[in-house]
């Protein structure tokens, strides 16, 4: 069963500090995405990534895809509230019966 | 177009009664799937369809069924509701099986 680790689960900082999520797994995936929640919405796609080593930038975040393609991290520097919410990553899985596995989501709430 | 719409936004039920949640895409996605959320597990998988007429189990798939007799519609029938069912529920569609999700605006469902 594949599965995929997200950290920290829960995460509180300061406006203007800069921040990391992971997301990790011992499986090879054939892409990575990364969506954002907000309290009574669905998730909305930030950014897929499908190469190994492939680094995607979005405004202040960054996004990084492990050169193995097990892993992937999130990084928004200059954080502003409105960057609070909900971060989830998601791996496809290859071939014509995969599917997207979540990660169990990264808390983030970013205080003025 | 109105994207991935839900019905109902909120419900409550007694346990052992029957309920549908509506779904609706009008963006032609060929693939759908219906997800549950719960505190700290992410998004899990119950059912989905790779088109009209085809459908399959997810990662949690007891106590649900689902029908695909239209490329837009993709009803979610849980048969006979218990408290371990009490969650957010979220449609989604996409073009393919690891490709962006759209999700809607979820149902959350609390069976007492």
């Known amino acids: 069963t594949q599965l995929l680790e997200q950290s920290p689960q829960f995460l509180s900082i300061q406006e203007g500090e800069n921040l990391t999520v992971y997301c990790n797994s011992s499986?090879?995936?054939?892409?990575l995405q990364w969506y954002r929640q907000e309290p009574g919405e669905g998730p909305v796609l930030l950014v897929t990534?499908?190469?190994?080593?492939e680094v995607k930038k979005l405004k202040r975040l960054t996004f990084q895809f492990g050169d193995a393609r097990k892993d992937s991290s999130l990084h928004i520097t200059a954080a502003q509230t409105g960057d609070t919410g909900l971060y989830l990553c998601?791996?496809?899985?290859?071939?014509?019966?995969?599917?997207?596995?979540f990660g169990q989501g990264t808390t983030l709430q970013v205080k003025p | 177009n109105a994207g991935v719409t839900q019905t109902p936004k909120f419900q409550v039920l007694k346990t052992g009664q029957s309920m549908t949640l509506q779904c609706a895409q009008d963006?032609?996605?060929?693939?759908m799937s219906w997800y549950r959320q719960d505190p700290g597990m992410g998004l899990r998988l119950i059912h989905y369809?790779?088109?009209?007429?085809?459908?399959d189990q997810g990662e949690v798939p007891n106590g649900y069924n689902v029908s695909r007799s239209t490329t837009e519609d993709f009803p979610l029938r849980l048969l006979s509701a218990a408290p371990s069912q009490t969650s957010v529920y979220f449609c989604?569609?996409?073009?393919?099986?690891?490709?962006?999700?759209?999700f809607g605006p979820g149902t959350r469902l609390t069976v007492t």
């Open positions: 989604a569609s996409s073009r393919s099986h690891v490709g962006e999700q759209y």
């Open positions: 499986s090879v995936f054939s892409s």
């Open positions: 990534v499908v190469t190994g080593g």
């Open positions: 998601a791996g496809g899985s290859s071939g014509n019966t995969g599917k997207l596995i």
């Open positions: 963006m032609n996605h060929e693939y």
């Open positions: 369809s790779v088109g009209a007429g085809i459908t």
